[in-house]
Structures are given as structure tokens and as C-alpha cells.
């Protein structure tokens, strides 16, 4: 009797275990852009998030035709992208946003890459390394006055000379920044 | 024939299309639609239900079959991948704030039940989410599109073999699918 209670304890806290989703958070290259409901003025707005086992498929498809693809997207664990359609009013609370973004991840060991401000559209990409070439964490923020804000995080292993064709491929916004 | 052969035939023809699942939407279905329902304060109703099969699916994908271009025999392909679509059309039975709706309060929900929303597309009149489910081997077998209008609710679930089916979408459709007609 005890023998079998024992095995339906650990049956019981295999299924917990097995069930518990990954907790990307806890990736040095994530990044949580908090509450970005100040951009969602009523007009479009999307969320994708995409993970690993998704990407891995998405990878398997680009296999034979595209190499560098299916290497990119093989060595990534995560893509969230935030689009917002935005006026001129939110175009300001955008800008202030990135800002402040950029200055919180500069100061927790994030290099930035580029920096745009302008008139008319504001951009800045910044990376997180791992040891001497490893970058495990890309966030790209743009925002421009022709009305889109976009937010990118990418986490896992990111090859900064291949991961502007997922800009054309997949129509990840702001990945054109990045070369 | 005779009619009590005709009316044999009926009654086993309409029986296998209910036990395939070929007509009314399953007890899963069901539970997913209270879900999703039990979100928006219960102000919608009923209108419609209803199930495609596997046979009807196996049907559909022999016809796209007998086309000879390269998209046609894709669209075989992945119609051959889903095994049954399941279609739930609520109208709203009393008013509705459509402002009011909390953009993560279904995602943290439907969590519970292990369902990862991979996109979220507003619109100033509509709201359409689409979340998808592993099974214990990390394969994607469910996905589920939620879109919330102002005069009602529709809920799609497909269920299948979908990792194919839904790595072709992005792929082609990149991240823009949420907002793609």
C-alpha cells in the first residue's frame, strides 16, 4: 500500500513537473517592456510571441533552401514582438518609453548598438553578450511619426550578421536597424 | 429499395456522421467555449455550433487533391494535417462594454488549461487571439483563434498535426498574420 502510494506521489509530481511551461524570464537576453498600454490608443495594435518548438519548426522548413536561415532560427529560444498604429500623441509617450528603455538596459549590461532620434522616427537596438561573442538577447524599439511603434525581444544565440533577414522574411519590424 | 431500408440507411448515415464528429462540437469544445465565455460576463448567447469531422476533412482534402498546382496540393497537404474544426458563433445578448476587455485576462485563463497564445491583433472594433496547445511529446495537436467583436464572439479550434500547418503560415505570412484578412 505504501509502495504504491509513493508511486502515485511521483507520478503526480512528474505530471507537475512535466507540465510546467519554460520560464523565459529567467533568459539573460529577455526583456519585459512592461505595460505598453499608454501606445494602445484604440487604434491596431499586435502582440506575437513565438517559442522555441515553434521556431524550431519554422526552422525545419528553411532547411534546404535557406541554410542561414535554418541556422538563425535553430539557435533562437523566443520572439515577442509588440506593433502598436499610434497618432501623435502616443508618438511622444513612444519616444519617452524608448528612452527610458534604453537608459534601464544600458545600465543592466546591455550594449547599445544604434541609436536614431530624429523628428520624425526614434530607434535604438540594443544586445546582451555572454562570455566574449555570444549575444543571447536582442531588443530592437522604433517608433516613427508615419503612426507604427514597435517593440522586438529576440533571446538565445543571435548571429547579428543574419538576423536582419528575419525583417524581410518575417516581417519583424525594425530588424533593418540592425547591421 | 423499400423504405424501412431507406430509413436504415438515414439513421446509420446521420449516426456515423454524429460519432465522428461530423456534425456537433465535443465535450472539450464545450468546456473551451465556457472558458473563453465566462471572460465577457456571460453577455453572449448561442447562435450557432457545429464540427467538420475527419471524414468531411478527409473529403475536402481529396477535392483540393484533384487541382494540379503547387498551392492547391499544399493546401491538400495541410488540410490532410487537421483532423477536425470546431465552430462556435455567440452574439451578444445584452450590451457589451467592448472597451472593457482586459487584453491578458483570456490568456492568463486559458494558461491554466495549458494554452500558449502566440498572437494577439487589435483592432478598434475587433479583437482576434490565437492560442495553441502542446501535446506531452512538445507536438503542437490544438489551436485555438478567438475573435470578439461588438455583435459577437467566434471561436475556431482546429485540432491535428499542426506544427506544419501553422509553420507554413508564418512562414508565409511572417508575423503580420494576425492582421491578414
Same mark, same amino acid.
Given at each position: ?23 523565459y524570464?529567467?533568459?539573460p537576453?529577455?526583456?519585459?517592456f512592461?505595460n505598453?498600454a ?12 513565438? /517559442? ?6 519554422v ?7 535557406e ?18 498604429e ?12 524608448? /528612452?527610458?528603455?534604453?537608459k ?5 549590461? =546591455? ?15 540594443l544586445?546582451?553578450? !555572454?562570455?566574449?561573442?555570444n ?14 511603434a ?13 538576423i ?6 518575417f516581417?519583424v519590424?525594425g ?5 | 429499395?423499400?423504405?424501412?431500408k431507406i430509413?436504415?440507411?438515414?439513421i ?5 456522421l ?14 473551451i ?7 465577457f ?28 498546382n503547387e ?9 490532410? !494535417?487537421?483532423n477536425? @474544426? !470546431? ?23 486559458l494558461?491554466?488549461?495549458? =494554452? ?7 483592432e478598434?472594433?475587433? @479583437? ?16 485555438l ?7 459577437q464572439?467566434?471561436?475556431?479550434e482546429?485540432?491535428g498535426?499542426?506544427d ?13 498574420i494576425?492582421?491578414?484578412?
Open positions: 500500500m505504501k509502495t504504491k502510494l509513493i508511486a502515485v506521489l511521483l507520478m503526480a509530481f512528474a505530471s507537475v513537473l512535466f507540465a510546467q511551461k519554460y520560464d524570464s529567467s533568459e537576453g529577455y526583456v519585459d512592461g505598453l499608454s501606445l494602445d490608443a484604440g487604434k491596431s495594435a499586435t502582440e506575437v510571441l513565438i /517559442e522555441k518548438n515553434l521556431l524550431k519548426m526552422a525545419k522548413m528553411s532547411k534546404s533552401e541554410p542561414d536561415l535554418f541556422n538563425l532560427l535553430s539557435g533562437l529560444k523566443l520572439i515577442k514582438v509588440n506593433v502598436f499610434i497618432d501623435s500623441t502616443a508618438f511622444g509617450k513612444a519616444k519617452d518609453k524608448i /528612452e527610458k528603455l534604453t534601464d538596459l544600458s545600465s543592466s549590461g =546591455w550594449d547599445r548598438l544604434v541609436k536614431t532620434r530624429g523628428e520624425k522616427e526614434n530607434a535604438s537596438v544586445i546582451k553578450t !555572454q562570455g566574449e561573442d549575444i543571447v538577447g536582442l531588443v530592437v524599439m522604433t517608433v516613427d511619426k508615419g503612426g507604427e514597435a517593440f522586438v525581444n529576440i533571446v538565445g544565440k543571435i548571429d547579428l550578421e543574419t536582419g533577414s528575419l525583417s524581410g522574411k516581417d519590424p530588424l533593418e536597424n540592425v547591421k | 429499395m423499400n423504405l424501412s430509413k436504415i440507411i438515414t446509420t448515415g446521420t449516426l456515423l454524429f460519432f465522428t464528429g461530423c456534425i456537433n462540437v465535443n465535450k472539450n469544445f464545450k468546456e467555449r465556457n472558458n473563453v465565455l465566462s471572460n460576463d456571460e453577455s453572449f448567447k448561442k447562435s450557432n455550433e457545429f464540427a467538420i469531422g475527419p471524414a468531411a476533412m478527409h473529403l475536402a482534402s481529396s477535392f483540393v487533391n484533384i487541382e494540379e498551392t492547391d496540393m499544399d493546401v491538400g497537404l495541410m488540410l490532410r !494535417q487537421v477536425k @474544426i !470546431q465552430i462556435g458563433i455567440y452574439e451578444r445578448k445584452k450590451s457589451y462594454n467592448f472597451e472593457s476587455y482586459k487584453k491578458d485576462k483570456l490568456k492568463d485563463h494558461s491554466d488549461e495549458n =494554452w500558449t497564445r502566440i498572437i494577439i491583433n487589435k478598434p472594433n475587433s @479583437i482576434s487571439e490565437i492560442f495553441v496547445k502542446e501535446d506531452n511529446d512538445e507536438k503542437l495537436r490544438q489551436m483563434v478567438v475573435n470578439v467583436e461588438s455583435e464572439i467566434i471561436i475556431i482546429l485540432s498535426d499542426l506544419e500547418l501553422i509553420a507554413v503560415a508564418l512562414a508565409n505570412n511572417g508575423f503580420k494576425a492582421a491578414s484578412e
